[in-house]
């Protein structure tokens, strides 16, 4: 498939209700949309297989030109084609229902006529399960509907043309005028009733939602600088929270490319571990105190089924298996394999127990005591730390090379023991084993001084007597972790920002990993470093860097996991939880800092 069939990945904006999420190009197309969940199969994955993926189109048949924003303090997109005959605005939201009957999911989209007489079409083309099940397409009541197994979609409309049915589509024509409303409503179902809905009972959930997200937005709580893009964040983190359960996926997306036509493909529909404090902080760090303890008590639940061992990721519902397989689609942009599920949940990695327990430890500070049986189990996980922590592993990158003994990694394990011991002290969870943590702490900080620290490079090194380094050795910075001599957090900083640096972006590594092929630079990192240049006082650096990275935001403020420090593009899954939470932290440090 060539790869002008694709647009750029920062051509995307996000819609999304709290269960699943929906990707819409500039062009007015939504090329993704998973049912009925986020991590379910896709309806529609134009965007990895523009032949066979399936679409939602809706754009002027004319040239145009389109600029688009989000309603202010929402995650409703608005987009304003421009053409030789006319302006339209198209509103598009996943609905949140308030009370009464309605669709299990709904995506509604509402054309408005401005200036002129605009000839718009439309074309709803789905593809059940990932384009692997062939839609049946009929007539319910008089409304298209597409059906495949235990999945239906009905497609309503209301002065959008009359609807056309064939055994692919369902399509429509129509011409705006100023001041007319035209409404499309796709309302889908799995393994239930498929609800029809009715024209007004659409409008009302669409301006519901409106209402609802700038509630939600108007409540939190941050006042420091750089509150537009933080609040843009928070509202992409909350999309990205799954409501029945409190997880937080890592993005909307699997298998978008770190490298164009490459192999490094994942899929992040899934809640990491890694992603724990950094969750934590910004939900409290934003006032979202009942997301944070949603997040926190579906980790402890997640965790307590493979106890005392903690896996790298969980299913959104919080399982523990997450199988990886191959799909048989093109890929975006040519960009093979496409893969569903993610091996890497079976992999080692040392560093999520400092993360679960430095979760617990903030939790606790904030929100009050921690129940005995709670405390029991993460005493028991501090335990299993102090045996573990002298084993490699795949480190934070998940790297599918040999297994080392990561830096990152052993800083995390210090936290994890450091951070039971203050649990301890606290009465928060059983001391028996506290002078055991205490010692083991200290064990592994030797090993990291020892062992991680280069007197030639005057830095952290990326692992166990290496000669190269990575952007995770931020973490000593921005974990808490107490070197003896703290020179060496400021050395590691600059050396860094010296050697793996372009522009305002970082790479993660510029070493060996197990694949082939290359990818761009890791947009997180940037806002790591921020914060780590805040906590170590260095603010006109911090903001300085801080301005450019903002600057490389799409024009509605979102970030994917990548960038090409050369082109610009966006590369790997998107909109990417990490970043946007890595941007919200690194404002709050700034704005703590500089208070003092």
Known sequence: MPADRYAPIRDYAVIGDGRTAALVRRDGRVDW??????????VFAGLLDAERGGCFELAPEARCVAERRYLPETNVLQTTFATGQGTVRVLDAMTLPRSGLAPQRELVRRVEGLAGAVPMRWRVVPRFRYGGRRARFGRRAGIPVASAAADALAVSSWDAGDAQVDDRAIVGRFTTAPGSRALIALAAAHAEPLVLPGRGEAE?????????????????SYEGPWREAVLRSALVLKLLVYAPSGSIAAAATTSLPEEIGGERNWDYRYSWIRDAAFTLDAFLGLGCPSEAHAYFWWLLHASQLTHPRVRVLYGLDGRARTPERELPLAGYAGSRPVRVGNEAGQQRQLDVYGELLQTAHRFALTAGAIDRDTGRRLAQVADAVCELWRQPDAGIWE???EPRHFTQSKVMCWVALDCAAAL???????????????????????????RCWSEERRSYIRHADADELDAALLFTALMGYRPPDERRLDRTIDAIRAELGAGPLLF?????????????????????????????????????????????????????????????????????????????????????????
Do not use: K
């Open 33 to 42: 949309l998973c049912l009925p969940d986020l991590d379910s199969p896709s």
């Open 204 to 220: 009302t959930r669409l301006e519901d939602t409106v209402s609802f997200w700038e509630g939600w937005a108007g409540a939190r």
């Open 399 to 401: 790297v599918r090379s």
């Open 424 to 450: 301890a002290e606290e009465g928060q969870i059983p001391g028996r084993s506290a002078a055991r943590w205490r010692l083991a702490a200290q064990e592994v900080a030797d090993f990291i001084e020892s």
């Open 508 to 596: 993660r590594y510029r070493g060996e990993d197990g694949l082939s092929g290359r990818e761009g630079a890791f947009t997180a990192c940037s806002f790591w470093l921020v914060e780590a240049l805040a906590r170590r006082g260095r603010l006109e650096e911090a903001a300085d860097l801080m301005d450019e990275v903002l600057g490389l935001a799409n024009d509605v403020g979102l970030y994917a996991e990548e960038i090409d420090p050369d082109s610009g593009a966006y590369l790997g899954n998107y909109p990417q939880g990490l970043v946007h939470l890595a941007l919200i932290n690194a404002a709050v440090a700034f704005s703590e800092a500089a208070r003092g």
